[in-house]
Every structure is written in C-alpha cells, then in structure tokens.
C-alpha cells in the first residue's frame, strides 16, 4: 500500500514541451505539496493545497501551474519546459497543514519524479 | 526569511565512531523535523522535534533540540554503513501554513 504515489517517476522531454506529474495520497491528508529538489540536492517548497485550496505559492514561475481535483490528488502541469526545470520533483502531503495542528505534522513524501529537459 | 543551515554538509566517518550534525535556524519555530534520503529515494520521516529540551532515539540516532538556542543536532553513535545516506532537517514557519524550511543536507558516508 502506497501512501503517496507519484506518476511517471521518470520524465524526459524537449525545451518548449508540457508535461504533468499526478500524485496521489491514500492516507486521508488534509494537505498536499509539491517540492523541487535540484542538482544540488536542496528542497525548496512550491506549493501547498489544503483541502482543494491553495495555500502556499512560492515564487515560482506562472508556468508551473498546480491541481488539486479532491484532497487526494495533487497535479502539477509545466508549460513551456526550460532547461532549469530539470529536477527531481517531490509531492507530500500531511494531516493538517493549516497551522492548527498542536502537534507534529509530519510531511510524508512520494518516491519523486526525476524531470529532464534537454 | 527563515534560514535553516547544517553542518557539515559532507561527512565521512568510519564504523564504531560517534559524530554529531548541527541544525541551526534564524527565527521562532514551533517544530523541527529529521529525515533521511538514500540516493535516488525518496525522504523518510525520522523525527519531529516539538519543544524546548525535546530528545528523541531511535538505534543509533538521537535527536535534540534547543529552541533558545535555535539548535537541533543529530547525534550517530557507532556508525555502521548503513546508515550512509543524506540527513535533512527542517524547520517550520511559526503561525499559519505548514510551511517547511529544509537545510541543505548532510551527505554522510560510513567506511567500513
């Protein structure tokens, strides 16, 4: 049983192309995210959805444009490929994720999907 | 803007030896989160660090935090290989969205 699945797990396109990842949680989350790690291994945060409503949106270029159909599912589409979006892409999610929680809320992430864009 | 620094970024240890990772961060949390990440895997939840003076074990790891301070360290005692893999820790934003903060990760590798 998968927690949060991600698809495809590899990605490789052209400069220009769209593509979409889909990623899904069967743990009953409130809250799901996507990160981007790069080269270097460093995680930055992207975006965050609590329950269908976006809630965190970094500063990340109009190109990369989230879905969230149900709180179970959480897309990202890119338009217009670039180089630097070669990465390896990351969803999560957790229970809460409003700032609610008393407790912890630990993120529980998906395998990652790797993008490359030549 | 929240800053969350690690040292040492790289670390290279023999089996049996003790070290220590440093998680420091530059404003007020209310949590502090330890993961791991083997190569070309995804990251696994290791601990969740809630209050000042918090210490959490589990096999050879043991974590801590400092919350004066604003220090978490991670502490391998007899290293064995396996626990080769990248440490992350990270921090959230007090108040309002979950948001998470990571270092940039400690690359630890354990020579037989």
């Known amino acids: 049983d998968t927690a949060v699945s991600q698809t495809p797990k590899y990605l490789v396109t052209q400069m220009g192309n769209d593509k979409s990842i889909k990623c899904e949680q069967n743990?009953?989350?409130?809250?799901m995210y996507w990160y981007k790690q790069d080269s270097k291994k460093f995680l930055k945060i992207m975006f965050s959805?609590?329950?269908?409503?976006?809630?965190i949106n970094e500063t990340v270029p109009n190109r990369f444009s989230p879905k969230s159909p149900d709180k179970a599912h959480l897309n990202l589409h890119i338009n217009s490929l670039e180089l630097g979006d070669s990465a390896v892409y990351f969803c999560?999610?957790?229970?809460?994720?409003?700032?609610?929680?008393?407790?912890?809320?630990?993120?529980?992430f998906g395998p990652g999907t790797r993008l490359t864009v030549l | 803007e929240l800053k969350v620094e690690q040292n040492p970024l790289f670390l290279s240890m023999q089996e049996g030896k003790n070290y220590t990772i440093y998680c420091n961060y530059s404003?007020?949390?209310?949590?502090l989160y330890w993961y791991r990440q083997d190569p070309g895997k995804s990251l696994e939840s290791l601990f969740v660090?809630?209050?000042?003076?918090a210490v959490k074990q589990e096999g050879r790891l043991m974590a801590s935090l400092d919350t004066k301070a604003r220090l978490s360290t991670l502490h391998i005692t007899a290293a064995v290989h396996d626990l080769s893999a990248t440490y992350f820790c990270?921090?959230?934003?007090?108040?309002?969205?979950?948001?998470?903060?990571f270092g940039k990760g400690t690359k630890l590798t354990v020579n037989p």
């Open positions: 999560a999610s957790s229970l809460y994720g409003s700032g609610l929680a008393g407790g912890s809320d630990t993120q529980y």
């Open positions: 743990l009953g989350h409130d809250t």
């Open positions: 959805y609590n329950n269908k409503e976006l809630i």
């Open positions: 404003t007020t949390s209310d949590r």
């Open positions: 660090l809630l209050s000042n003076g």
């Open positions: 990270a921090v959230d934003i007090r108040g309002g969205s979950e948001k998470l903060v």
